[in-house]
Nanobody, 121 residues
Framework: QVQLVESGGGLVQAGGSLRLSCAAS????????LGWYRQAPGKQRELLAG???????TYEDAVKGRFTASRDNAKNTVYLQMNSLKPEDTAVYYC???????????????WGQGTQVTVSS
């Protein structure tokens, strides 16, 4: 069983940057892929990015060019660098252990508890 813990959220002004971290309890080398999601109030949880063991990445259009996923296998941690933040990026951000197949990310059953990101205008 994988345990995931997100950190790095906070309050930032529009145009600013944050880097989220997701630390896994075990070796992330054993996980096919990890994904980043977010959920804003009153909205469904949405996929933002996925990163495979080979560091292949996929991004949704809403964040492409602004957000970058990366991983450090030695630290069992994945990151989400978020630049040019907008008020509409305000949400709780989650990481997930899943699968990357043919460049598409598929979520698994293991989720972190989430970290709040608030972007002020």
């Amino acid at each position: 069983q994988v345990q995931l813990v997100e950190s790095g959220g906070g309050l930032v002004q529009a145009g600013g940057s944050l880097r989220l971290s997701c630390a896994a309890s075990g070796s992330i080398s054993d996980i096919n892929a990890l994904g980043w999601y977010r959920q804003a109030p009153g909205k469904q949880r949405e996929l933002l990015a996925g990163i495979s063991q080979r560091e292949t990445t996929t991004y949704e259009d809403a964040v492409k060019g602004r957000f970058t996923a990366s991983r450090d296998n030695a630290k069992n941690t994945v990151y989400l660098q978020m630049n040019s933040l907008k008020p509409e990026d305000t949400a709780v951000y989650y990481c997930n252990a899943g699968l990357m197949v043919s460049g598409s990310y598929y979520p698994g059953d293991f989720w972190g508890q989430g970290t709040q990101v608030t972007v002020s205008s």
